[in-house]
C-alpha cells in the first residue's frame, strides 16, 4: 500500500484532499457541485478502462468513494490518474 496522499490541487476553484483507505481506494474531499465536468471526465476514463464505478458520497463532508461493480474501492492509484491526470 502506498502512503496516504494529502495534497491540495486547484481543481476548478475549489481544493481537493485524496487519502488512501485501508483497503487500497480513495477517499477524494473536494466539492462535488464545482467539480461536476471533472467528475464526468474521470467517469468516462473508468469507463474506457471496462469500469462502472459508483460514488459513494458523505454530504457533510464533500467527501466521496468511488466502488466498482464488484463492490470493491477502485484503486488509489487508478482514482488519482482518472482525476489528476
Do not use: Y
Not at 11 to 39: F, H, K, Q, Y
Request: proline residues 4%.
Amino acid at each position: 500500500m502506498s502512503d496516504a496522499v494529502d495534497g491540495e490541487p486547484v481543481l476548478g476553484g475549489s481544493w481537493a484532499n485524496i487519502r488512501e483507505t485501508p483497503e487500497g481506494g480513495a477517499i477524494v474531499s473536494m466539492c462535488i457541485d464545482t467539480n461536476i465536468d471533472r467528475l464526468e471526465i474521470a467517469r468516462l476514463r473508468l469507463k474506457e478502462q471496462g469500469k462502472n464505478v459508483d460514488m459513494i458520497i458523505n454530504d457533510i463532508d464533500d467527501e466521496f468513494i468511488l466502488i466498482d461493480e464488484n463492490g470493491g474501492q477502485v484503486p488509489f492509484d487508478i482514482v488519482m490518474k482518472v482525476l489528476f491526470d
